[in-house]
């Protein structure tokens, strides 16, 4: 379906909407999003899904969509929902997965999704040693700190990581770019 001419341009003509109203979403989404409802139109009315564009409103798609994500940003404001907790902004460890950004980036040629998994897998380790210090399946993994996140933190401190100026947007950027690599938005 998403290789026909009907389909590309009903993603399109949704995008154009949602311009128009001043919403953006990822291309990847709207797509989702017209592939559902013409599979579902097709489905229910039991006709063929080339026949299904006829029921096809990009403006009714783009309308939709807008007030979906308008709905998420008014509930998710409103509850705290969708926002993941912040550490202290002095937190080290925090800071040394920022750091390490830059180098990944170099490291890596570039490739933004390695770099992705290196920042995930470290923020997943330090949740686990944070919120599991009793995790049997890692003995001797975390290195002279073990579990113990404190002794962890205490650890990173002693290695005197200058903290404060990687929660600095400017000089991480400068740090990224250093590598000869940039992130900006197509």
């Not at 902004?89 to 997965?97: F, G, K, M, S």
């Not at 990173?156 to 990224?176: G, H, L, N, S, Y």
Request: net charge negative.
């Amino acid at each position: 379906m998403r290789n026909t001419k009907a389909f590309k341009e009903a993603v399109a003509q949704t995008l154009a909407e949602l311009a128009r109203q001043g919403v953006t979403l990822a291309p990847a989404t709207v797509e989702d999003t017209i592939e559902q409802q013409i599979t579902t139109i097709s489905g229910r009315l039991g006709i063929q899904t080339r026949s299904a564009w006829r029921y096809f409103d990009a403006k009714i798609t783009a309308d939709r969509l807008a007030q979906s994500l308008s709905s998420h940003e008014d509930s998710s404001s409103n509850t705290g929902v969708g926002q993941a907790p912040m550490p202290p902004i002095d937190n080290p460890e925090l800071a040394l997965v920022l750091a390490g950004v830059p180098d990944s980036l170099a490291q890596t040629g570039g490739d933004l999704y390695a770099v992705i998994i290196n920042v995930a897998v470290n923020a997943w380790m330090a949740g686990h040693i944070h919120g599991e210090d009793g995790c049997t399946g890692c003995d001797g993994s975390r290195g002279p700190a073990g579990h113990d996140w404190e002794a962890r933190m205490r650890t990173i401190t002693e290695m005197q990581p200058d903290i404060t100026k990687w929660f600095d947007r400017q000089v991480w950027t400068r740090a990224v770019n250093d590598t000869g690599f940039t992130v900006t938005r197509r």
